[in-house]
């Protein structure tokens, strides 16, 4: 149980930080040590991304940090100061339509419990921005850090790659 002079030290070393979060400027009072997933569940409410394993082994708590895919459990909230988040909320357009990947994922199947799909989708998303038309080995290894335990993979790497072909 944390004692008071825990809680004083833990509020004196609170840090404002400013970061773009799906597009919108935030500023956020944070507590250190606290993780990117706490941040954006706890605090900012945002569900979307799933904690699994919360050691960095199962990719199922994926965001974007400057479009490069983070672990968000085991990444520190305080080094997203001035960089950019995105989080599966922040895929859909400003109509509410679901991105491409996102379509691709439900018209093939590629959903079934749908934990591990916030994850994959913004994996996915990481390698087509980067690597637009992958190859099938090239989309095993982008989604190589994230596991899935329904589907054996084979629908989520069709989807990709319908998704690399629109
Ligand atoms: S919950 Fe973060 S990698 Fe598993
Ligand atoms: S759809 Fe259930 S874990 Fe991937």
Redesign the pocket.
């Known amino acids: 149980m944390p004692t008071l002079q825990n809680v004083e030290e833990n509020e004196a070393m609170k840090k404002t930080i400013t970061f773009n979060l799906n597009g919108e400027s935030i500023q956020f009072e944070i507590e250190p040590h606290l993780t990117l997933l706490q941040l954006l569940r706890d605090k900012l409410e945002l569900t979307g991304t799933k904690e699994g394993c919360g050691m960095g082994e199962c990719g199922t708590c994926t965001v974007l940090l400057d479009g490069k895919m983070v672990n968000s459990c085991i990444f520190p909230a305080m080094e997203v100061d001035g960089k950019s988040v995105i989080t599966i909320e922040g895929l859909t357009d400003a109509q509410g339509n679901l991105h491409p990947i996102q379509k691709a994922f439900i018209e093939l199947g590629a ?7 916030p994850g ?1 989708v913004l994996a996915a998303k990481s390698l087509l921005d980067e690597n637009p038309k992958p190859t099938e080995e090239e989309i095993r290894h982008g989604i190589a850090g994230n ?5 054996g993979y084979i629908q989520i790497i069709q989807a990709i790659k319908a998704a690399s072909e629109q």
């Open positions: 959903v079934q419990c749908g934990f591990c799909t994959m596991l899935c335990r329904c589907t």
